[in-house]
């Protein structure tokens, strides 16, 4: 049994054919001689176009389309095929290809988000319960969400983020609705605590959203790609069923506030460019990190916070997607009128981050790599291999990653990367690492 094989001894597996050993599995090597680097490299080019499908489906929501990313997911997954890729150094070319896709199909859904809804612009958002019924919105939608804020306006329901979805609050075309109110709760993963403590409506928009708890099970509701079973699916943006059960469900009980800051957009980071090029020519901003990434529950995910809390005060700190619940609500304060902390948005948002480096490049006239910038990424799903794949693309070198390193990867995918790219699993000791950054 598969079950009883040592985790040691799983070198790869691949089951996609009837040549499969005993009817189970190749977990050595393939019986159609297929090698365990080739395997794995095929699972990582899946899960990294997994990830651009993700961001390519929210995209066509929006009526956005690039044909070199379709004909790219097509290609990239035709290549995986039984019997048809068994070169390492093409599958690495592929993986790289696919970084390439990546960038093309974040550029895509961002510009896309943009002319939906304008250029985020920095905003404080509300967290906690206020009074009125509610509706809970989770996921990465923006879409979704809009059709619901419209269908609110009006009604005293009132709309709050949840996960990724906290962002939405940055484009000035979303929060024109008077209906979006503010945030409850944090990362995907606290959806059960958050959802059973507010008797509201919730909306699954997108990943990540858990097997719900009996208690919320009959006021939950997914669109989109997103389903649960046994839970009512939204299909064309028809929210009349939530908000009447919100109303039913009545007022939430209004608690006290905290807030966070969103919304850093490129043009309003870039409108500090000239402060910034002053302040780093001046050594009175030392580095920049992009700390951003998915948030998981291990304890591991702690290290996340430790760093940024321990971050030198001469440095800047962007962050992205639900990686920054770890640590977005610390006051890190500015650097003469810089914040410290700038959020940037969801993980579709790397891109955001990507031109604010490459426009950096440009404003001190040096490669990607010569700018003093550090990329500490924290994975968890496969939308992040379709980001990581598209900063090795981009040619990001000294870039760390954890809080484990991704299980495709056998010795040899990591002697690739780390060998070509200096790519860096973090330590145990946040304070080690930054002392080693800082005095590079
Ligand atoms: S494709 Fe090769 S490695 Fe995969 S199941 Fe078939 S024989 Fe095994
Ligand atoms: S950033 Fe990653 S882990 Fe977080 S909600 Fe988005 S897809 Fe899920």
Not at 50 to 73: S, W
Not at 103 to 118: D, S
Not at 195 to 201: G, L, P
Request: hydrophobic share 40%; charged share 25%.
């Amino acid at each position: 049994m598969m079950k009883d094989l040592p985790k040691e001894r799983l070198d790869m597996f691949c089951y996609q054919c009837s040549q499969t050993v005993a009817g189970n599995g190749c977990f050595m090597k393939g019986m159609c001689g297929k090698e365990p680097t080739v395997a794995r490299l095929q699972d990582n080019l899946i899960f990294t176009i997994k990830g651009i499908a993700a961001y390519n489906y929210q995209a066509n929501k929006l009526f956005a389309r690039d044909e070199e990313v379709d004909e790219f997911v097509t290609k990239g997954m035709y290549t995986t095929l039984t019997n048809v890729n068994f070169d390492t150094n093409d599958l690495v070319q592929l993986g790289l290809d696919a970084g390439e896709a990546s960038v093309k199909v974040m550029r895509l859904l961002k510009n896309a988000h943009i002319e939906a809804y304008g250029e985020p612009t920095p905003v404080e958002v509300n967290v906690g319960a206020q009074e009125g019924p509610a509706i809970i919105v989770t996921g990465h939608d923006l879409k979704a969400l809009e059709e619901l804020l419209k269908q609110c306006e009006g009604t005293g329901v009132n709309v709050y983020t949840h996960g990724e979805m906290l962002p939405a609050h940055g484009y000035p075309g979303l929060r024109k609705y008077s209906s979006l109110k503010g945030q409850l709760g944090g990362p995907w993963f606290d959806q059960k605590e958050t959802f059973s403590k507010y008797n509201a409506v919730i909306l699954a928009t997108s990943n990540c959203v858990l097997l719900p708890k009996d208690d919320y099970k009959d006021r939950i509701y997914t669109s989109g790609v997103a389903k649960l079973p046994g839970v009512s699916q939204i299909n064309d943006y028809d929210f009349a069923p939530l908000i009447n059960q919100a109303k039913e469900l009545g007022s939430l009980e209004a608690e006290e506030l905290k807030t966070f800051t969103t919304g850093f957009g490129v043009s309003t980071i870039l409108s500090l460019a000239d402060k910034i090029k002053e302040l780093v020519e001046g050594g009175k901003i030392k580095r920049f990190f992009l700390v951003g990434g998915c948030d998981a529950p291990m304890k591991t995910n702690n290290y996340y916070r430790e760093f940024v809390k321990n971050l030198p005060e001469d440095t800047v700190v962007l962050t992205l997607a639900c990686g920054k619940y770890k640590f977005n609500d610390l006051d890190l304060g500015d650097i003469e009128g810089v914040p410290r902390l700038i959020d940037m948005g969801q993980c579709n948002d790397a891109i955001a981050a990507v031109d604010v480096a490459l426009a950096l490049c440009d404003l001190f006239e040096c490669e990607l790599n010569d700018l003093p910038l550090t990329i500490v990424l924290s994975w968890m799903e496969q939308k992040a291999a379709a980001v990581l794949w598209a900063l090795f693309y981009l040619g990001k070198k000294d870039m760390l990653i954890g809080p484990i390193l991704p299980a495709w990867a056998n010795d040899d995918i990591v002697k690739v990367l780390v060998d070509t790219y200096n790519l860096t699993p973090i330590s145990d000791d946040p304070k080690e690492d930054i002392a080693r950054i800082m005095g590079q």
